[in-house]
């Protein structure tokens, strides 16, 4: 049997704040976004990727996160993988935001974290 070439998607993204609707995820805009994100998502599944990466920063990281760990109930071999630029990501954000973070990373098949604290390139470095 050939070997077959495993193949993943990773996410990263826009933050709200760079949308017009900001952090209303009610807003059309936004609610057509995560429908497009959902669809490709699909696609890729059914071409036979199916692991996903997350860099789980606000907006288009977390939204694609949730729509695959959504697809994964009813795609089992689906996997998620967050992979984070530093332990304090997420210490600035609201409780809400922090809430949502941290049931997203419970969720997930594995956590990459890349450095302890913050520096002025680990983001950049989570990219790669």
């Given amino acids: 049997m050939k070997d077959r070439k495993a193949f993943a998607c990773a996410f990263t993204g826009h933050r709200p704040m760079r949308y017009r609707f900001g952090y209303d995820e009610e807003h059309e805009a936004c609610v057509q976004l995560k429908e497009a994100l959902a669809e490709q998502i699909a696609t890729l599944i059914g071409?036979?990727?199916?692991?996903?990466?997350?860099?789980?920063?606000?907006?288009v990281d977390q939204w694609a996160a949730s729509i695959v760990l959504d697809m994964r109930a009813t795609q089992p071999k689906v996997r998620l993988i967050a992979v984070l630029p530093c332990e304090t990501q997420a210490d600035k954000w609201s409780a809400e935001h922090r809430e949502r973070y941290f049931d997203t990373l419970a969720e997930c098949d594995d956590v990459i974290t890349i450095n302890t604290h913050y520096t002025s390139t680990c983001v950049f470095e989570r990219n790669r």
């Fill in 47 to 59: 071409v036979g990727i199916n692991t996903f990466y997350s860099g789980m920063a606000l907006g």
